[in-house]
């Protein structure tokens, strides 16, 4: 009978535990893009790891930046653009983009970037990037788009949504060693 009371109680303070960590994590962030599959990834990491030239443009459509994308085999993302010297009158310098990225299907990935942004009286900010991209293993490219948005400096680019900084459009292509 004492073990019996025991058990039942040890029961029901399992039971509790689990439904208090429950209730504790019901704000918890759900994932924004749902990661393919493990026979999925196999596939895609396959077809898009490497470094790729890409071209940006710019909301209408016009000519914004070159940049340099890698992906490696480990899940790093790593952007280099050829405005991080900023542009006058209109955004500091930034840093080199990194962050991570994951195959969303076959060919298809969702990666996320942060940055600093730089100027003469120290770090201003922070942005963040989210890519949304597809692969043609064929003829090596990439396409996809860019969602740009701006924090202050002490803020959480990781949890929540900053300043609007727009959404461009941008092609690439694979850079091979021949």
Avoid at 56 to 81: E, M, Y
Wanted: charged content about 15%; overall charge positive.
């Amino acid at each position: 009978m004492k073990i019996r009371k025991t058990l039942v109680g040890l029961t029901i303070s399992v039971l509790s535990a689990i439904s208090i960590t429950q209730v504790l994590n019901i704000h918890k962030a759900e994932a924004e893009v749902a990661i393919a599959p493990k026979s999925e990834q196999a596939i895609c990491s396959k077809f898009v790891t490497g470094t790729y030239l890409t071209t940006i443009k710019d909301a209408n459509g016009g000519f914004a930046s070159r940049g340099l994308i890698t992906l490696t085999n480990d899940g790093n993302f790593i952007v280099g653009d050829s405005n991080q010297g900023g542009i006058s009158g209109v955004f500091n310098p930034f840093t080199t983009s990194q962050g991570t990225w994951a195959c969303t299907g076959r060919r298809e990935i969702a990666a996320r970037y942060i940055n600093f942004s730089l100027s003469n009286q120290g770090g201003t900010g922070i942005a963040r990037a989210d890519y949304r991209a597809s692969f043609d293993p064929t003829t090596k490219t990439v396409q996809g788009t860019i969602t740009l948005q701006f924090f202050d400096l002490q803020g959480n680019p990781l949890d929540g949504d900053g300043v609007d900084g727009g959404t461009f459009p941008f092609t690439g292509q694979l850079i091979t060693a021949k």
